[in-house]
């Protein structure tokens, strides 16, 4: 059984860059044909699709914050992250990770972490 | 504003039946076929229920199915149960925008 875990800090500055891991547990990263993604709630809205690393290492970003993420993997804690940078009050959400195996269907997925952007 | 339409809110009675809409354009519901949907209660991550349109993960209930026809895919909850009151989103990924979501659904069981 798959597992996924979120972690990093619940609180984040304006203008610094938010930063979480994605622990997996039960399956590889560097394994078979999965997206492992990175989506996020902001509260009491809708989901918004952030982007991807696939198993091989290359990232597809959503458009509308391409500027400002990067996704990263570490196979040998098999772990990938997350990077936004220049964050405003609008980044405060609760931030998933998940595992797809077609892009956007994602089939295991953490529980999510709450970040809040604030001063 | 999402990309995707949802309605806000849909309701039924246990036992009873309800779709759910998922109104897009020619240029993405209506050309793409990676569609999921999934079911997110309270305080929980969401859950995939059914992608590519129309196909169950293993241990979804038969009670949800999934359809398209033309610009609009639907879900449809039979049989309905007190456990399926939940927010429900549907996802399209095209290959020129990525992965988007409609703006979710309250389902409310009566």
């Known amino acids: 059984q798959v597992q996924l875990q979120e972690s990093g800090p619940g609180l984040v500055k304006p203008s610094q860059t938010l930063s979480l891991t994605c622990s997996v547990s039960?399956?590889?990263?560097?394994?078979?044909?999965?997206?492992w993604s990175w989506i996020r709630q902001h509260p009491g809205k809708g989901l918004e699709w952030i982007g991807y690393i696939y198993y091989s290492g290359s990232t597809y970003y959503n458009p509308s914050l391409k500027s400002r993420v990067t996704i990263s993997a570490d196979t040998s804690k098999n772990q990938f992250s997350l990077k936004l940078s220049s964050v405003t009050a609008a980044d405060t959400a609760v931030y998933y990770c998940?595992?797809?195996?077609?892009?956007?269907?994602?089939?295991?997925w953490g529980q999510g972490i709450l970040v809040t952007v604030s001063s | 504003q999402s990309a995707l339409t949802q309605p806000p809110s849909v309701s039924g009675s246990p036992g009873q039946s309800v779709t759910i809409s998922c109104t897009g354009t020619?240029?993405?519901?209506?050309?793409?076929?990676?569609v999921s949907w999934y079911q997110q209660p309270p305080g929980t991550a969401p859950k995939l229920l059914i992608y590519e349109v129309n196909n169950r993960p293993s241990g979804v209930p038969d009670r949800f199915s999934g359809s398209k026809s033309g610009n609009t895919a639907s879900l449809t909850i039979s049989g309905l149960q007190a456990e399926d009151e939940a927010d429900y989103y549907c996802?399209?990924?095209?290959?020129?925008?990525?992965?988007?979501f409609g703006g979710g659904t309250k389902l409310t069981v009566l």
């Open positions: 039960g399956g590889s990263i560097s394994s078979g044909g999965y997206y």
């Open positions: 996802s399209l990924y095209t290959n020129n925008r990525g992965v988007v």
């Open positions: 020619s240029s993405d519901v209506g050309s793409y076929n990676r």
């Open positions: 998940a595992r797809a195996p077609l892009i956007g269907t994602c089939d295991y």
